[in-house]
C-alpha cells in the first residue's frame, strides 16, 4: 500500500490561505450540510429518490415497488420531505410525491455517474 503523499518541508502559503479562510462558511452551514448528506447516506432512502426521480408515486406504489411496509416507507418520506428533498400532492384520497426539484435529481445523477466512472 503506498503511503499518502504529503509536503516533505513545512511551507504554508500564506497568502492562499487567507484567500481559502476568507470563503468558508460558518461552521452551522457544515452542519446543515452534513445532515443533508446524511440523508443520502441510506440505502432505502436513496432507492425511494432514485425511483420518484423515475416517476411521481404513492406510498403504496414505493412499498410495492421496494418490498417494504408503508409504515417503513412512509418513515422515510417524512425525513426526505422536513428536509426539502421530496414535495407531494393530494388527488383525492391519494398522496404522490415525487422530487423537491432539479437539485434533488443532479445530487443523485452526479453521485451515480461518479459510482460508474
Known amino acids: 500500500m503506498n503511503p499518502i503523499p504529503v509536503c516533505e518541508n513545512e511551507c504554508v502559503h500564506d497568502s492562499v490561505v487567507c484567500e481559502v479562510r476568507e470563503r468558508l462558511l460558518d461552521e452551522g452551514e457544515y452542519l446543515d450540510l452534513a445532515d443533508l448528506f446524511k440523508l ?3 440505502p432505502t432512502r436513496l432507492m425511494i429518490l432514485h425511483a420518484l426521480e423515475q416517476k411521481e408515486l404513492c406510498v403504496c406504489d ?10 417503513a416507507v412512509s418513515h422515510q418520506l417524512k425525513g426526505l420531505r422536513l428536509s426539502n428533498l421530496v414535495k407531494f400532492r393530494r388527488e383525492g384520497q391519494n ?12 445530487i443523485i445523477d452526479i453521485g451515480l455517474e461518479h459510482l460508474h466512472e
Do not use: E, I, M, Q
Not at 414505493?62 to 409504515?71: F, I, M, P, V
Not at 398522496?95 to 443532479?106: I, P
Open 40 to 42: 443520502f447516506g441510506d
Open 62 to 71: 414505493l412499498a410495492a415497488l421496494l418490498n417494504l411496509t408503508k409504515s
Open 95 to 106: 398522496v404522490y410525491y415525487s422530487l423537491a426539484d432539479g437539485h434533488v435529481r443532479a
